[in-house]
């Protein structure tokens, strides 16, 4: 596990890989402007029962789950199953480190859209442009909540097999990022000037296009209908319900705009915990649902669109 900041990590190679992501992963309130979020002041308790099954569970053959873990670059693993933590390693990070969960931040995003839409303030049905007034007039304009939260916006901000999008200064997405913070300074505008000026490429609502920053635009319109930061959001609806044991970590702006896409920092036994939320096992740790069955049932139904452009499984996760 590395303790020291590796001497050649920049905010070019933070997370390319190798022995700088390593690090990076693990320590972003280093490397970023971070907010933290308060956990509650009682946290639940998960239950341990190891079952070794899962240990010897074969990966790749001739390689069990536990070698896996042991010998590949894997920070640290939890496998929770009925509620119980079945199996729990850390060969590369404390059980007490936060790590960087980059995309899987979309999901803490999504389900935060998904409790505000079910109580009436948010209406996905609507044009962002209608609730975001700096969006009036740009490439977002007519784009619907629906189109935004199904990655099918039109916007041009690709990254997933768009040459530049982690590298080239001139990309959308490169510059959305050194926008935020995670990428050398290119002389952006603040994020949300940023987010508005970005043109479309194709008419909303008909192709999946892996963008983060639809992600950035659906925390844009939850601070819009709310009047709190993000940051604040995440903390009531997320944080303050599900019991969790630490404080969580996420990445903005010099100026405040969240990293809503890929920013929250987490220990994996609270990642653990968020996962229960989506399971019957969330009535161990939150009263009351957080994460509704209408949600779930929306998330896993396929959007009317032509599935172009999907990610790979590993896209930028964890």
Not at 203 to 222: A, D, K, M, R
Request: net charge negative; proline share 8%.
């Amino acid at each position: 596990m590395p303790h020291r900041k590796p001497p050649n990590l920049t905010l070019t190679n933070w997370d390319l890989g190798g022995e700088p992501s390593a690090w990076g992963y693990l320590q972003a309130g280093e490397l970023f402007t971070v907010t933290e979020i308060a956990p509650p002041s009682q946290a639940a308790q998960l239950a341990h029962a190891e079952r070794p099954e899962i240990a010897r569970f074969a990966v790749q053959p001739g390689t069990s789950l536990d070698e896996y873990v042991s010998s590949e670059p894997v920070s640290g693993i939890v496998v929770v199953l009925g509620g119980q933590i079945v199996f729990e390693r850390y060969p590369r990070m404390r059980p007490g480190d936060r790590h960087l969960l980059m995309s899987v931040t979309k999901v803490f995003t999504s389900a935060i859209v998904g409790i505000r839409e079910r109580r009436g303030m948010l209406d996905l049905a609507q044009p962002v442009d209608t609730v975001i007034g700096e969006l009036a007039g740009s490439g977002w304009a007519g784009v619907t909540g629906h189109d935004v939260t199904n990655m099918a916006s039109g916007i041009d901000c690709l990254e997933i097999d768009s040459p530049g999008a982690y590298t080239d200064p001139g990309h959308p997405n490169y510059r959305f990022e050194a926008s935020l913070g995670w990428r050398p300074a290119t002389g952006e505008p603040d994020t949300y000037a940023l987010v508005a000026s970005l043109p479309s490429h194709r008419q909303p609502g008909q192709v999946y296009e892996y963008t983060s920053v639809n992600t950035f635009v659906l925390s844009w319109l939850v601070e819009r209908v709310t009047g709190l930061s993000f940051t604040e959001v995440l903390g009531r609806e997320i944080w303050s319900r599900g019991a969790f044991e630490a404080p969580a970590q996420l990445c903005t702006s010099a100026t405040g705009a969240p990293a809503s896409h890929g920013g929250i920092s987490t220990t994996l036994r609270d990642l653990a915990r968020f996962g229960m939320l989506f399971t019957p096992s969330g009535s161990l740790i939150a009263d009351g649902a957080v994460i509704y069955d209408e949600h779930l049932r929306r998330i896993q139904t396929a959007p009317d669109t032509d599935g172009a452009g999907s990610p790979p499984p590993s896209e930028r996760s964890a």
